[in-house]
C-alpha cells in the first residue's frame, strides 16, 4: 500500500490554516485544564512527601490520623523516648521531639479574610530532625518565651508575619522572631514555636506527636513491636515520609477526579469542534479524494491521511496547551488540606509523565474527533468522487 506523503497532510493544514488554528486552539484549552490539574496534584504529593525524612518517625494516638486529633500523655513520651530505636546525639541524650499541634486562625495578607494556619510546639530537637527547614532570616525563638517564626508560605500569604511584628492569639502576643525555609515541603504553611509555651497558651495537657531518628537502619520494625508490647502504649507509629504521604493522597485524589471530570466535559466539546473540521475538510475535497484513489492510492492510505490530518490539529493544539500550562510552574498558590483544615502552600509541577499523559490525551482527542470523517473519506468510491467534484 503506498502511503499518501507527510507533505500533503501539512499542506492541507497550512491551506486551511485559520480552521486550523480555531480547532487547535480549543483543544489547546482543554489540554491547558488536564495538564494543570495534574500539575497540582503533583505539587501537593511534592510538598507532602518532601515534609517527611525517611530515617524519621512520628508516633501518634492509635486512630487519631492526623497530628492534630492526636494525644500523647507525658509518661507516654517517656516510655517511647526509652525505646532502644531511639538515636541518641554526641552527649547520649534521645533524638526527641515532644511536639503540639494546634489550629489557629489568622487574617491574610490581600482582604484581610480569616484562614487556618497550623501552629507546631517543637524545640531545637525537632529543627536538628528536619534538614531540610533552615532559617533565612532573624533568629530561632528561644525556649520558654511567646516567640515565634514563620514559614516562607505564610510569610507570603498571612498579614503581619515581618519580624518585629506582634501576632495576639491563643490569649498573648507572640513576637515574630525569624522566617524559615523548608524548601516547599508542608512546613512551609506553619508557625513554630516552643512547645510548653504554645500547650500552656492552648492549655493542652497532652501533646500531639512525637518524632524521633531511628538509631540505626531497620530499627522502625523493632520499635514498633516494643510499642505493641507495651500496654501504656496505644500508639501508631510511622516512617515520617510514609505519613506526609499518606496525608496528601486524599487530597490530591479529590483534585483530580474534579479537574478529571471538567477536563472529559471540556474535551467533548473539542472533540465535536474537531470533528466538524474534519467533515467540513472532506466535503470541500471530495474531487481531490477521487484523484488520489484514481492515482492508486487504497482507501486505507486515504483513512491515514485523513486521521494525520486530525492528529495534526491535535498535536498543535497539545503543544500549545502543554506549553502554556508549563507557565504555572512560577505560580505559588494554597488550598486547604482536608485531613487538618489548615491551609498549605504549594506549587504546580511540571514531571516527564504529566507532559506524556497531556499529550496522549491531546492525540486520543484527535484520533475520537478525526476517525469518523476519516473513515468516511475513505469509504467514498472513485466514481462518487468524481461525479461530485
Known sequence: MRAIPLSY???????????TALTAGGMALVVFVFATVLMMSEGINETMVATGQLDNVIVLRKGAGTEINSA??????????????????SLG???????????NNLPKRDGGEMSNVMVRGTNAVGMS???????????MFRPGTSEVIVGSGIARGFASMEIGHTLHFAGRDWLVVGHFDAQRSGFDSELWADSEQVMQAFRRAVYSTLLYRLSYPGAFDASRQAMAADPRLQM??????????????????????????????????????????????VASRIGEIGTLRALGFRKEA???AFLG????????????????????????????????????????RFTPAVATQTMAFALLMGFLGGFVPAWRAARLSIIECLRQA
Open 9 to 19: 497532510v501539512m499542506r492541507n493544514l497550512w491551506v486551511r490554516r485559520v480552521t
Open 72 to 89: 500523647i500523655t507525658r509518661d507516654q513520651a517517656a516510655a517511647i523516648e526509652a525505646l532502644p530505636a531511639v538515636a541518641t546525639d
Open 93 to 103: 541524650r534521645k533524638r526527641v521531639s515532644r511536639e503540639v499541634v494546634v489550629l
Open 129 to 139: 530532625l528536619r534538614p531540610q527547614v533552615r532559617l533565612v532570616r532573624g533568629r
Open 236 to 281: 501508631d507509629a510511622k516512617l515520617e515520609q510514609r505519613f506526609y504521604a499518606e496525608q496528601s493522597e486524599s487530597m490530591s485524589r479529590f483534585i483530580k477526579l474534579l479537574g478529571l471530570s471538567l477536563s472529559v466535559i471540556f474535551s467533548i466539546g473539542a472533540i465535536v469542534g474537531a470533528m466538524i473540521t474534519m467533515f467540513a475538510a
Open 302 to 304: 486515504v483513512l491515514i
Open 309 to 348: 490530518e486530525s492528529l495534526g490539529l491535535a498535536l498543535v493544539g497539545g503543544l500549545v496547551g502543554l506549553g502554556g500550562a508549563s507557565l504555572m510552574q512560577m505560580v505559588n498558590i494554597s488550598t486547604v488540606n482536608y485531613q487538618t483544615f489548615s491551609e498549605i502552600a504549594f506549587r504546580f
